[in-house]
């Protein structure tokens, strides 16, 4: 019988001033991978900051820390990168963000984008993303924070699934792991400055 996640409990304490959600594929045949980067951004903040993700009630790995005063918390869905939007939706509950989804961060593989990177916007359209339609249609709006880092386009348009699943070659690993980096910064200067001017710095 398959694992089935508990369901989530409101938190009832202090909501959280920044919620960064890396969007990926769980299991070790995906690390590395071009679609979970922004995975790799959460697991960065959290080394960084001394914590370790672990298993949640939020179909997530999570982990907590404070920036001085500010509840700032990771999260990696482990519902694989289609069913994305099951662990936003019990995340946004549990950390009372449905009215704060300017801090409700995802970060996210991007075609689109060459690859190393980075753009930040809110909202917008999906680009066929099967994490971000996942997620805008459980929180029935795409008006969240997006942190998108670049991975390039695939040699043809059929290819994209197994494109974004291979791991790269050693030039673009090196981009997506200074776009890892800047990313994470970002996700972090959202807490003292609006998303505009982050954006001003970073895209």
């Known amino acids: 019988m398959p694992f089935r996640w508990p369901?989530?409990?409101?938190?009832?304490?202090?909501?959280?001033?920044?919620?960064?959600?890396?969007?990926?594929?769980p299991g070790d045949r995906y690390v590395g991978t071009r679609h979970n980067v922004g995975a790799e951004v959460v697991l960065l903040l959290a080394d960084r900051h001394?914590?370790?993700?672990?298993?949640?009630?939020?179909?997530a790995l999570t982990a907590e820390f404070r920036v001085d005063d500010r509840r700032v918390v990771l999260a990696f869905p482990q519902t694989f990168m289609n069913?994305?939007?099951?662990?936003?939706r019990s995340l946004v509950s549990r950390w009372s963000m449905d009215d704060r989804l300017d801090r409700f961060v995802v970060?996210?593989?991007e075609l689109d984008l060459s690859p190393g990177r980075i753009k930040l916007k809110c909202g917008g359209?999906?680009?066929?993303?099967?994490?971000?339609?996942?997620?805008k249609a459980h929180l029935r709006t795409a008006d969240f924070t997006r942190i998108r880092i670049g991975v390039g386009k695939p040699p043809n348009s059929s290819a994209g699934a197994d494109y974004v699943l291979k791991r790269p070659g050693?030039?673009?690993?090196e981009a997506l792991d200074g776009a890892v980096e800047r990313a994470a910064e970002a996700a972090l200067a959202l807490l003292d400055s609006p998303l505009d001017a982050v954006m001003?710095?970073?895209n």
């Open 107 to 109: 970060v996210h593989d």
């Open 83 to 88: 069913r994305s939007g099951e662990a936003a």
């Open 200 to 202: 001003n710095r970073f």
């Open 125 to 135: 359209g999906l680009a066929g993303h099967n994490g971000l339609s996942s997620i």
């Open 170 to 173: 050693r030039a673009d690993r």
């Open 50 to 59: 001394g914590e370790r993700l672990r298993k949640s009630r939020e179909a």
């Open 7 to 25: 369901p989530a409990k409101k938190h009832t304490g202090t909501p959280a001033d920044l919620v960064v959600v890396g969007l990926g594929n």
